[in-house]
Structure formats: C-alpha cells, structure tokens
C-alpha cells in the first residue's frame, strides 16, 4: 500500500525511503578503494531515521563490516532485533556494561588503562575474548589516547591483556568537511605514523584500521584505509556547505509530512498564534497544520519557514506551537482539509531541505533529523510500497 491510503499517520509522519538509502550506500562504495569496507553509523536511531530498519537491509550485505553507535543500549536494540554484524561503540562505555558487550560482539572504543582492566576482568567472566577497538585522538580533542609514546605504551599494555583481542584502531576527523583541508590531512598523517609506529616497534600491523567519516568519504579517498565510517551521507544529507555538492549524487532518505486540518478565511487584523506576531493584512486563507515544536519542527521557523501545499511553497504564519501551527494558503487553489503538507520534502517541483531548515531556523542539519520526535511514526517505503509502519519501537503498519 501506499502511505496515503494510511489513515493512522496523518497527523504526521517521517517517509523513510530505503530506495535512496540504497542509492547513498552504492554511490559510496562505488568510490572507495578495492577492498575498503563500511562502517554504517546508526547512532541516535539512525540519526532520527530508525537504525534497526537500516541495519536489517544490510546485515547480509558484504560491502558493508558493522554498524556503529554511541552507546552500549542502542547497541542492544540491534542485537534484540536480530542483527548479526559486528557493532561499533564510538563514545566511552561506562563500565556496567563490559561484560553484557562482551557476551554480545559489541565492540568498545578504548583509549583508558580502567577500561582495558575493566574488559580484561569481564572477559575472564564471560568466559569470551573482548575485541576493542582503540580510539587515537590525533586532533578532535575529545576522546582517544595521544598518538605518542604515552599512546604507544598504552598499546603495549592492551597487547598484553589477557582476554583482549585488539581488532582495530581508529581516529575521527574535526574539518574534514571544510574546504581547506590542512587539518584534517595532517590528522591523517598523525594516524598513519602512530600506526606504523606500532607496526614497526610493537611488531602489531592492527587488522581494522579507520579514521573518515562522511566528508572523509566524499574528498579524501586517501584516507580510506580498511573500513570508513558513513554517517549523514547515508541518510542523503550534506556534512557541511563547502563539501562540493555536485560530487556525489546522494539522495535525501527523510521527508516529514503532515496533512491540513482546519482551514478558515481571516480578516484584515486578525491576529494569528500566541503573542499575535502575525496581523493579517487583508483578508487571507489560512490553514491549520497539526505538528509542531514537540515533534521536533524549529519554534526557530515562527513567521519565517515555509512548507509546500500542492507543490506551491505556504508562508508559516506566527509562532509555531508545541503541537500545531498555522499557514497562509491564500494565493494556493482549492486548499482543504485532508489536504498533504510537506514540511520537508519534495512536491512536484518544490524542495525543501533539512539544510534550509536548519539554515532558517540556526539550527544543524544533523541535529533536526536526530530530533524529530518520537510520536512521528516512521514510514519505511520501498519501491513506492509502505514496508512497515514504527511508532516508538513498535510496528503500527
Ligand atoms: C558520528 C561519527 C561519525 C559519522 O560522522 P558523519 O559526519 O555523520 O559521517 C563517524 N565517526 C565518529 C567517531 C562519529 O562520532
């Protein structure tokens, strides 16, 4: 079936096309070195988009190594739901949770002597090997042990732990998604040398060695290495305005829809939304959307953004509230209740994107999708099909 004929959605839903899904993980692999796999990052629900759905049309598929998240519980989502590759923690694991991402293959990026005694100690209990991998900080200045001799005895010691496996060794760059790249090359080749560094005085080549995320992807193919962790692109959004647009042609996965449910004529001088921001000028069609800033949708775009009605861009008029806002479709044809509004999307010739979004509002592009909010259901969509409907974890098709 087709989204429309679902009447349980109206109020507001998040399309998730798997389509350009798809189209996003192909136009990445096609520009990668032979032999370099990806790392999807589904952290934050698949930045707002759903990771389990995502996770499940790849666990079969070779080009792709595992799935990285940001903490050990979204982790146990995707083992609850079934999925089998390897899965990547990239922020620090507290440690009440070693011995429960021992006993699952969940990998912790480590960079503490506590952590390596702490996973040393759950894997005796476990009774299974810890595979870690180490985070280096060559530049971020968040989280990762120095690339130094301090970094170099730290991985001597985790050769030495009994019970870890160190599978891989990665570093994450600050500017790669900025025009002039100097920082994030000379990340790279702090990397590189750290790496080398173990190779050659520890007598370790570490299997797994990364360090690009999307803007790495789309303009340093040299830092390709073993695996590159996909994280906004596979979702068909930009990392920044200065990576070149025209590079890849990624498609964007989300789109946010709602329908009108209340039009009326207004006249001249009637106030619209709390603290009457908006006064009519004369007289003017205005209709009600039913979603608003509790499901995620910027207070920021009060009297400035625009949705689409009938292919034709709707002026928001006043302030957005928790659960609604209002439009003018007066220069709009035959506007009625029932009828579609796209606040992010296409329709017919009209775009509008989570960058305007976030460009109106001084908001991020990542940051809208990571916060559309949990009562918009999510609709996965396949080949025009609805392949199934999840509101808050649970299946509502
Ligand atoms: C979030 C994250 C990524 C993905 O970043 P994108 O810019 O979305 O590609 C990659 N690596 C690490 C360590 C991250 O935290």
């Known amino acids: 079936m087709k989204p429309e004929e679902y009447s349980n959605i109206k109020r507001g839903y998040a399309l998730i096309d798997m389509d350009a899904i798809r189209n996003n993980v192909d136009v990445m692999y096609q520009s990668l070195a032979s032999g370099t796999r990806m790392i999807l990052v589904i952290k934050t629900d698949g930045y707002g988009h759903g990771s389990v759905p995502i996770a499940h049309m790849y666990d079969q598929d070779d080009r792709i190594w595992g799935y990285a998240v940001a903490c050990p519980e979204e982790a146990y989502d995707l083992r609850d739901a079934g999925i089998h590759k390897p899965i990547l923690i990239l922020g620090y694991t ?47 200045s968040r989280i990762g042990i120095r690339p130094d001799d301090t970094g170099l005895a730290f991985v001597k010691k985790a050769m030495s732990c009994e019970g870890l496996e160190i599978e891989g060794i990665f570093t994450h760059f600050a500017r790669a998604d900025e025009t002039d790249k100097k920082y994030a090359y000379r990340q790279l080749e702090l990397f590189k040398n750290f790496t080398a560094r173990i190779r050659d005085e520890l007598g370790f080549d570490i299997e797994l060695k990364h360090c690009s995320n999307s803007a790495g992807i789309m303009e340093m193919p040299e830092a390709n290495m073993d695996i590159v962790r996909a994280g906004i692109t596979l979702y068909g959004l930009w990392p920044s305005d200065e990576v070149d647009h025209s590079r890849m042609a990624f498609k964007p996965v989300m789109s946010l829809i709602s329908h009108i449910v209340y039009v009326k004529e207004v ?29 995620g949708y910027p207070r920021m775009l009060s009297g400035k953004g625009e949705v689409l009605v009938k292919g034709k861009r709707a002026p928001i008029c006043g302030r957005v509230c928790m659960d609604q806002f209002m439009i003018d479709v007066t220069d709009i044809p035959e506007v009625k209740t029932g009828d579609k509004v796209t606040l992010i999307g296409f329709d017919a010739d009209e775009h509008i994107s989570m960058e305007e979004i976030g460009d109106i509002s001084g908001r991020f592009n990542y940051e809208l999708a990571c916060d559309v909010g ?22 509502i098709k």
């Open 267 to 295: 006249e001249a001088g009637t106030q619209i939304s709390y603290g009457g921001t908006y006064i009519a000028p004369d007289k003017r069609l205005i209709a009600t959307v039913p979603v608003g800033y509790g499901d």
């Open 94 to 140: 507290f440690d009440y949770a070693y011995e429960d991402i021992v006993r699952l293959d969940i990998r912790p990026a480590v960079f503490t002597e506590e952590m390596l005694d702490g996973l040393a100690e759950a894997s005796r209990r476990v009774g299974k090997k810890a595979k870690i991998h180490i985070k280096v900080d060559t530049g971020m």
């Open 374 to 395: 949990k009562r918009i259901p999510r609709v996965y969509v396949s080949g025009g099909d609805v392949e199934d409907i999840i509101l808050d974890r649970r299946s």
